[in-house]
């Protein structure tokens, strides 16, 4: 392994910066010189520089950097915005008040205000640290030339093994292989309604309908191998395979409809992106041109505009991340923004974390500081949009969020289904209470005195004035000059005339070092790309991340797909294929895999075909305890791993054994009705606006409204009317419910639902009281268990027929003896300790309640 030199060395240098976008004249430079600098100097350093010691709100104005950078409050100057620049903001005593004693003279104010008109020139540039890396060119090297990850799969043949009629598949040879290398055995296969109830879950999310049961337990009889492909072939065509498996890569995605964090702010387009990764799912999509679309689809030629419109909703990938709309700093919330992509783009990718090399050299990997701002150079030159559409008016966020953004403009006409058509009245009564509401503001400067003299009271005017534009705002982005709603999707786009960034000083956005050119990181390339100055490098990028070159991409998703369907990866350390990653358990079969994968076309079918036709995905979890002693993790595979259903799963499978489940897919989603909005105590939107007409709508009168807490009738109003994120009436398939961060539906949390604000790549799995509770008292539980009743009593007659048809239909087999001796003892004791009849309605209904709460229903064996 390669060794990591731990200390770094700071150079001082001035000659490392890199130059301004547009080199400013002489003339510019002597007004700056004669102008401003002198007013600076004598106005603001005292409080305001490095050299001031303890810098007021964080602002420091003695270098170019520093002062477009800002303080706690944003960027002092914006070059060419004028009503952006705080600082101009301040002398002239709107929002701040700078100098705080004083105004200064007109014509001073005048300079700077043709000073950032002008663009802001500056030629004051803080001296250069270098940042020489702990990570040499020969670590690098020595990484790319011995640890495995780094080097190019290569297709290994089968080996050859002692019980040669074991096997069905060369996946088969190479676990049987490694179990003879270390005297273990391979379980027995499992019974056939195992298997098939495991193919189903595994491959549709589904428990198996009756029919299906007895279709394949007649073919097993004849020959096992050619009923399991029969099935396999099936399940892979249905329209349920692309909504399992897009959930499975929804995890990894971090997918959600909301910011998180302090202001959580909707997404009310995110649902496309979601649609486009079940559909590419169920076409089985080349998964290099998944990945390609993903990091860089607006940069991709597109022959129609509905290829360019499903491009554009692929980068909803970089733009749908969490993000601090509070932070104050525009900088900072760029540089956390372009983390998070690189940190998403890595790990879901290529399996490693190039965002630990923010700060300084990585820590473990063959990966230094400036690869890491290599990247990032590639990342800062696009415009991430995920924010409010723009009205004629701009865009206008509410009061609480300090960071904005806009939408991409779809090239077809394919609205949000929730959008409203305005007539020709409704739209102009829009646009005249917006440009009332723009006139109120102005006459009030914030922090100033109303016309009743309150300070406060006028803050809290302009709060409420601002906050209502915001929805004003929403409302007239969505439509064309006609009313008409336009269709608009989340995403990125390339920014014209792309740079290189600067590297930082452990990751402070105000400590710039040297610029890094833009590239790829070092340890993963045989040779860095050719980037041309005239662009980013971000298709280049999405290329090689999405080719055969890239010696991790295609191992990182084949031991994906391994792991949702065996139970645990190859890799178990699915997003770390780094040096602090677990090693494969069976090197030669996943590099095979992935050259297979790449020679398939990137076919995730083809793969999940091959996996699930070996007998290693057939064989049964009996325990063994001798093979239980010498592999405790079952890291070779002697036996299938018991598995708990995820949450998705259980929900669905409650649907599909009651026959409520709806499999129309549902457009948009709760948050896609809402809009754009915050999510408040639980609530889409304001909940006192909720609750006045959840109020007004049930005929109440707004005096009610006035009892006790107004906020705590407004979100039990919403809560209990709207239902909005509730949701435990949904039919549909729970892919589709809305997942807001923080705010995920109950059905979904208590089974360990993915962390949406983060990269799930393996889900935890636990087994807890409150899942018990929830399979007891829970509404939606009770509800599918009274339709499971309403079915089994419906499709059969005698009390003989019933049970054997619940049990079938919950767990796809018949009850045992003893099971039936049970469900009678329970029948007879529920009855006589309720008064209810035995074969009554209620007391089928705690009999399916209680199949549904078993431990059988939740878990795959």
């Not at 279709?215 to 395979?241: G, N, T």
């Amino acid at each position: 392994m390669y060794r990591i030199r731990i200390s770094a060395i700071l150079l001082v240098a001035g000659v490392v910066a890199p130059a301004l976008a547009d080199e400013p004249t002489a003339e510019q430079l002597k007004f700056f010189e004669a102008k401003i600098r002198p007013v600076l100097i004598r106005e603001c350093y005292g409080c305001h520089s490095n050299e001031s010691g303890n810098v007021r709100g964080g602002l420091r104005l003695d270098s170019r950097e520093l002062t477009h950078i800002g303080g706690s409050s944003g960027p002092a100057v914006v070059p060419g915005d004028v009503d952006e620049s705080l600082l101009y903001n301040a002398i002239i005593h709107e929002d701040f008040v700078m100098p705080p004693k004083r105004k200064l003279p007109q014509n001073v104010i005048d300079d700077f205000r043709q000073w950032i008109e002008m663009g802001a020139p500056d030629p004051r540039v803080n001296e250069v640290i270098e940042i020489r890396p702990s990570i040499s060119e020969e670590d690098i090297e020595q990484a790319k030339e011995t640890f495995w990850a780094y080097q190019p799969p290569v297709s290994h043949a089968a080996p050859s093994v002692n019980n040669a009629d074991w096997p069905r598949t060369d996946v088969d040879r190479f676990v049987l292989a490694k179990l003879e290398e270390n005297e273990l055995a391979p379980a027995d296969d499992a019974e056939s309604y195992k298997v098939l109830r495991r193919l189903c879950f595994d491959l549709v999310g589904l428990p198996p309908t009756p029919s299906q049961i007895e279709a394949f337990a007649d073919r097993w009889k004849s020959d096992p191998d050619k009923a399991i492909a029969y099935v396999v072939d099936r399940l892979l065509e249905m329209d349920q395979f692309g909504e399992r498996w897009g959930r499975h890569w929804l995890d990894v995605v971090r997918y959600a409809e909301s910011t998180g964090r302090e202001v959580n702010q909707t997404y009310p387009h995110a649902w496309r992106y979601r649609d486009f990764v079940i559909d590419s799912m169920n076409e089985d999509k080349p998964f290099n041109q998944f990945v390609q679309q993903q990091i860089a689809g607006d940069l991709m030629p597109a022959k129609t505009d509905e290829q360019w419109a499903e491009n554009l909703v692929a980068t909803t990938f970089m733009a749908i991340g969490p993000k601090n709309l509070n932070e104050a700093n525009r900088v900072q919330f760029a540089a956390d923004l372009v983390d998070e992509q690189i940190d998403a783009t890595t790990r879901v990718f290529l399996g490693t974390s190039v965002a630990c090399a923010r700060c300084h050299d990585h820590k473990f990997d063959a990966i230094p500081q400036a690869d890491y701002y290599a990247l990032a150079g590639v990342f800062a030159n696009m415009t991430t949009y995920f924010g409010n559409p723009p009205s004629e008016f701009g865009t206008i966020t509410n009061a609480q969020t300090r960071q904005s953004s806009s939408l991409l403009r779809l090239p077809i006409d394919d609205p949000n289904p929730y959008d409203k058509r305005y007539t020709a009245k409704e739209l102009q009564d829009l646009r005249d209470e917006m440009a009332e509401k723009q006139r109120e503001i102005a006459t009030l400067g914030r922090g100033s005195a109303n016309s009743s003299g309150n300070a406060a009271n006028a803050q809290r005017t302009r709060l409420r004035l601002l906050n209502e534009m915001s929805m004003l705002s929403a409302k007239l982005g969505v439509v064309d000059e006609d009313g008409n709603p336009r269709s608009y999707c989340m995403g990125v786009q390339e920014r014209k005339r792309p740079s290189d960034v600067r590297l930082l000083v452990r990751g402070e956005i105000d400590q710039p070092a040297q610029s890094v050119e833009r590239g790829f990181p070092q340890v993963l390339c045989s040779v860095q790309p050719d980037i041309d100055e005239d662009e980013s490098g971000r298709l280049e990028l999405a290329r090689w991340i999405g080719s055969e070159a890239n010696p991790l991409t295609a191992r990182v998703m084949v031991n994906r797909i391994w792991q949702h369907l065996i139970g645990q990866g190859i890799v178990s350390s699915a997003d770390d294929f780094g040096v602090t990653g677990q090693p494969p358990s069976h090197p030669e079969l996943l590099d095979t895999l992935a050259v297979q994968f790449m020679q398939s076309g990137w076919s995730t079918k083809s793969i999940i075909r091959t996996i699930t036709t070996s007998r290693v995905y057939r064989m049964n979890t009996a325990y063994d305890r001798r093979s239980h002693e010498a592999d405790p993790d079952n890291a070779f595979v002697w036996r299938a791993n018991p598995r708990r259903l995820d949450a998705e799963a259980i929900r669905d499978a409650m649907l599909s054994v009651s026959g409520e489940i709806d499999f129309e897919r549902p457009r948009g989603s709760e948050v896609a009705k809402a809009g754009f909005t915050r999510v408040t105590g639980g609530v889409l939107g304001n909940p006192r606006d909720i609750a006045r007409k959840a109020f007004e709508s049930a005929g109440q009168s707004r005096r009610r409204m006035q009892r006790g807490s107004r906020n705590q009738i407004a979100e039990e109003v919403a809560r209990k009317i709207t239902g909005q994120l509730n949701q435990e009436d949904a039919k549909h398939r729970s892919v589709y419910l809305t997942i807001v961060r923080d705010e995920e539906p109950r059905s979904l949390s208590v089974f360990d639902f993915a962390d949406a604000s983060t990269i799930i790549g393996t889900r935890e799995s636990s087994n807890t009281a409150n899942q018990a509770l929830y399979m007891m008292n829970n509404r939606f539980v009770i509800q599918q268990s009274e339709a499971f009743a309403d079915r089994v009593i419906r499709e059969r007659t005698s009390p003989n027929d019933r049970l054997e048809y619940a049990f079938l239909l919950a767990y796809g087999r018949p009850p045992t003896s003893s099971e039936r001796t049970a469900a009678a003892s329970f029948i007879r004791d529920f009855a006589s300790t309720t008064g209810f009849r035995s074969r009554s309605k209620d007391t089928i209904n705690a009999l399916c309640q209680s199949l549904f709460a078993s431990a059988e229903f939740r878990y795959l064996d």
